[in-house]
């Protein structure tokens, strides 16, 4: 189906969240736009944002607003706007004030520790900054690991655009061969993830759809082939969570190992 047929259908900060403690890791990120496709002269959109057990339902944390970032269609910074935090989610709206794609981000780099101290062993969470001085000199059988995250997810005014799709070269990323806002449900969608700029190869994709906290979700692993490149075929219209993560690349950190995860929130239309 055309992008036009479809415009007829249509008409945490990470760093925050990665201080989430380790029984929280099962809870899952998440950017969720009130719509993906848009027109008309002054198209807004309203984003929650959360961290919870059932996808796109508010019953854990909500996910700070300070790192989320909007990359409009030509490929400057936007802004979010009227941000607001609550108990179980945080909310924003985006402006799409040009034509075109726009991406909606939440990015961050922290960093997680153990150790052996007097016997015990210590762990540690926090910022890569704050690593140097928070592991004592005597301290033995030390491992770090750099952790990475990028949560996204994308709208667009009028006709799909890419500038904004480029990858940075940092971490794990999606390089979209399927326009992210031109998805149905008959249709198989195909992207591609780069870890650093590069192919991210054998890496396994969760998909997931949301909305499903009555019924069991439909559920779809997907691996990247040599190029990076997985194709997912839809079950049926709705919004899908997908999730990826690798250990590799280069690390900022002097003897460190690397974790880079990637998530985003894809909307995909009827026929």
């Not at 854990?60 to 802004?79: C, F, L, Q, W, Y």
């Not at 000199?137 to 006709?159: D, H, L, P, S, Y």
């Not at 900022?252 to 974790?259: D, F, G, Q, V």
């Amino acid at each position: 189906m055309t992008f036009a047929r479809r415009g007829a259908l249509a008409a945490v900060s990470v760093i925050a969240a990665l201080a989430i403690p380790a029984a929280a890791s099962a809870h899952r990120q998440w950017l969720l736009p009130s719509a993906t496709v848009l027109s008309g002269a002054d198209p807004w959109i309203s984003v929650d944002a959360a961290v919870s057990n059932d996808l796109f339902y508010f019953d854990h944390v909500p996910m700070r607003t300070d790192a989320i970032t909007v990359i409009n269609p030509d490929g400057s910074k936007g802004e979010i706007k009227n941000p607001a935090t609550g108990k179980y989610r945080s909310t924003f709206d985006v402006q799409l004030s040009q034509p075109g794609t726009y991406k909606i981000v939440n990015t961050g780099e922290g960093a997680s520790a153990s150790y052996k101290l007097g016997g015990e062993v210590k762990r540690w969470r926090g910022s890569a900054a704050e690593l140097a001085t928070a592991i004592p000199k005597e301290a033995t059988e030390v491992k770090i690991m750099e952790n990475a995250r990028r949560v996204e997810t994308f709208a667009t005014r009028g006709a799909p655009t890419k500038e904004a799709l480029k990858p940075t070269g940092r971490g794990l990323e999606l390089e979209p061969v399927t326009h992210p806002n031109d998805l149905v449900a008959s249709e198989p969608a195909t992207f591609k993830l780069v870890l650093d700029g590069k192919p991210a190869a054998n890496v396994e994709v969760e998909v997931v759809q949301g909305g499903s906290r009555y019924a069991k979700a439909a559920e779809l692993k997907v691996k990247t082939d040599a190029t990076g490149a997985f194709t997912i075929n839809w079950p049926s219209a709705g919004m899908y969570w997908l999730e990826a993560g690798v250990r590799g690349g280069t690390s900022t950190i002097p003897n460190a190992e690397r974790s880079a995860s990637y998530v985003t929130t894809l909307e995909v239309l009827p026929d």
